[in-house]
């Protein structure tokens, strides 16, 4: 069992830049796929982008393709959410979750963490 606890969001202006981090607890954190999600109200949570095992891989969806980067320290049992030229519509709850298949679909994911809040002022 994996447990995930995201910190570093908050609120940013248009243009700018935010990291979030996801802590994992346990000692098989490299088994799993870690994928960001997001969700805004009203809205069905989308996926953001996933990451492999090893982290030689990584997947976006297009609305933050070229913008979003991912990465992970298995030693650390930690990944990474670098968020740039962030735009108002980012604004959202990033969850990090994990998967031990490939996956971008919410159900296919596990283990979720409770979430942290960006939002991106215009």
């Known amino acids: 069992q994996v447990q995930l606890v995201e910190s570093g969001g908050g609120l940013v202006q248009a243009g700018g830049s935010l990291r979030l981090s996801c802590a994992a607890s346990?000692?098989?954190?490299?088994?799993?796929?870690m994928g960001w999600f997001r969700q805004a109200p009203g809205k069905e949570r989308e996926f953001v982008g996933r990451?492999?095992?090893?982290?030689?891989?990584?997947f976006y969806g297009d609305s933050v393709k070229g913008r979003f980067t991912i990465s992970r320290e298995n030693a650390k049992n930690a990944v990474y959410l670098q968020m740039n030229s962030l735009k108002p519509e980012d604004t959202a709850v990033y969850y990090c979750a994990a998967s031990l298949g490939l996956g971008s679909i919410p159900s296919g994911y596990a283990y979720w963490g409770q979430g942290t809040q960006v939002v991106v002022s215009s």
């Open positions: 990451i492999t095992w090893s982290g030689d891989s990584t």
């Open positions: 346990g000692r098989t954190f490299s088994r799993y796929v």
